[in-house]
């Protein structure tokens, strides 16, 4: 059976009680096994050690003044569920994965039935009444820290798995799947805040002869240099590129212009350019060369986003027909 040790580093564990007699014997009691604590004397000061701490546990008490112990957990849970939302977006905020689900043990005289479901409705993982005792106290404590880690590495796992899910395989960049979840997020995004989109689609100049010549190997490797180059290229956190097909790139550009898109797409001719691949079938050039196209418009929550993307291709086969290596824009109207 697989056992979760508790972190090398002492737990850090939040006692919020107003009876200092009280602080001072679970402190001793905590210490003496290890953890680190830290004090409040009541609901209000606790929030803010909280915020300021994210402790490992919150061991709370009930009825103190101020600010009680049910309306304290209440507040914990909505600060809780404000650091899910932002690890959502900053996920490699490690601190905020912690403080989304730290486990709160209220630990009170109370013992009748209604304020044992009281307790746990505002969002109490664990309840213990007064007079405390002590060998309960450590292993649920231990109990609970333990859970409280396997959550974590549990919902980094799985973040670690959603994020490989949305990756190509070849490449390292975004895949289809994740590219035609992206562009639809943005497309209702930028509708309701009335900002421009922009759709670069970017295709190898006669990759199939460049495999031909050189084997399948010598392609990959010339896929992952340009994916590379992209990437380099679309800069901003907001922008995406993917691996739309084969040796088909594809690049969103949230709230840019057909301007500013057809910079991004000249820097990224330029810098495949400066790679020098080697391509000796090429009739563009010696060196593998990118042709894109352009697609911009202002999104419409009535329209659908694969008209930015038949847009696009568009203006992709447009640089084609001007002899590659180049890119065409257009703007779409919405």
Same mark, same amino acid.
């Given at each position: 059976?697989?056992?979760?040790?508790?972190?090398?580093?002492?737990?850090?564990?939040?006692?919020?009680?107003?009876?200092?007699?009280?602080?001072?014997?679970?402190?001793?009691?905590?210490?003496?096994?290890?953890?680190?604590?830290?004090?409040?004397?009541?609901?209000?000061?606790?929030?803010?050690?909280?915020?300021?701490?994210?402790?490992?546990?919150?061991?709370?008490?009930?009825?103190?003044?101020?600010?009680?112990?049910?309306?304290?957990?209440?507040?914990?849970?909505?600060?809780?569920?404000?650091?899910?939302?932002?690890?959502?977006?900053?996920?490699?905020?490690?601190?905020?994965?912690?403080?989304?689900?730290?486990?709160?043990?209220?630990?009170?005289?109370?013992?009748?039935?209604?304020?044992?479901?009281?307790?746990?409705?505002?969002?109490?993982?664990?309840?213990?009444?007064?007079?405390?005792?002590?060998?309960?106290?450590?292993?649920?404590?231990?109990?609970?820290?333990?859970?409280?880690?396997?959550?974590?590495? $549990?919902? =980094?796992?799985?973040?670690? *798995?959603?994020?490989? %899910?949305?990756?190509?395989?070849?490449?390292?960049? +975004?895949?289809? /799947?994740?590219?035609?979840?992206?562009?639809?997020?943005?497309?209702?995004?930028?509708?309701?805040?009335?900002?421009?989109?922009?759709?670069?689609?970017?295709?190898?100049?006669?990759?199939?002869?460049?495999?031909?010549?050189?084997?399948?190997?010598?392609?990959?490797?010339?896929?992952?240099?340009?994916?590379?180059?992209?990437?380099?290229?679309?800069?901003?956190?907001?922008?995406?590129?993917?691996?739309?097909?084969?040796?088909?790139?594809?690049?969103?550009?949230?709230?840019?212009?057909?301007?500013?898109?057809?910079?991004?797409?000249?820097?990224?001719?330029?810098?495949?350019?400066?790679?020098?691949?080697?391509?000796?079938?090429?009739?563009?050039?010696?060196?593998?060369?990118?042709?894109?196209?352009?697609?911009?418009?202002?999104?419409? $929550?009535? =329209?659908?986003?694969?008209? *930015?993307?038949?847009? %696009?291709?568009?203006?992709?086969?447009?640089?084609? +027909?001007?002899? /590659?290596?180049?890119?065409?824009?257009?703007?779409?109207?919405?």
């Amino acid at each position: 059976m697989n056992v979760v040790s508790l972190p090398e580093d002492p737990p850090v564990i939040l006692v919020v009680d107003d009876d200092p007699s009280m602080r001072a014997v679970i402190r001793r009691f905590m210490e003496k096994d290890g953890y680190r604590v830290v004090e409040a004397v009541n609901g209000e000061q606790g929030l803010e050690v909280y915020k300021r701490l994210q402790p490992h546990l919150v061991l709370l008490d009930a009825l103190m003044p101020v600010m009680d112990g049910f309306a304290c957990c209440t507040q914990l849970q909505l600060i809780a569920s404000e650091s899910i939302r932002d690890a959502e977006v900053f996920t490699h905020i490690k601190s905020l994965q912690d403080a989304s689900r730290t486990p709160v043990l209220m630990i009170t005289g109370l013992d009748d039935q209604e304020s044992v479901d009281r307790a746990f409705a505002v969002g109490a993982t664990d309840y213990l009444t007064k007079p405390i005792h002590w060998a309960v106290l450590r292993q649920r404590v231990r109990r609970l820290l333990q859970q409280s880690q396997l959550y974590q590495q $549990l919902e =980094l796992a799985t973040r670690e *798995l959603q994020r490989l %899910a949305n990756l190509d395989g070849l490449t390292g960049v +975004a895949n289809r /799947r994740r590219f035609d979840e992206y562009l639809d997020a943005e497309w209702q995004r930028l509708a309701r805040e009335n900002l421009p989109l922009s759709l670069i689609l970017c295709d190898i100049d006669f990759f199939k002869k460049y495999n031909d010549t050189y084997g399948h190997q010598a392609g990959d490797a010339c896929l992952r240099r340009v994916a590379d180059a992209l990437s380099f290229c679309a800069r901003r956190s907001v922008d995406l590129v993917a691996r739309y097909g084969g040796e088909e790139f594809a690049v969103i550009l949230p709230d840019t212009t057909v301007a500013g898109a057809s910079q991004v797409a000249e820097e990224i001719r330029a810098v495949v350019n400066t790679l020098e691949i080697a391509h000796a079938q090429s009739a563009v050039s010696h060196h593998v060369t990118l042709s894109l196209g352009i697609a911009c418009t202002q999104p419409n $929550l009535n =329209l659908d986003p694969t008209m *930015l993307i038949a847009s %696009a291709d568009a203006a992709l086969y447009q640089a084609k +027909a001007a002899g /590659r290596n180049t890119y065409f824009p257009q703007t779409c109207a919405p």
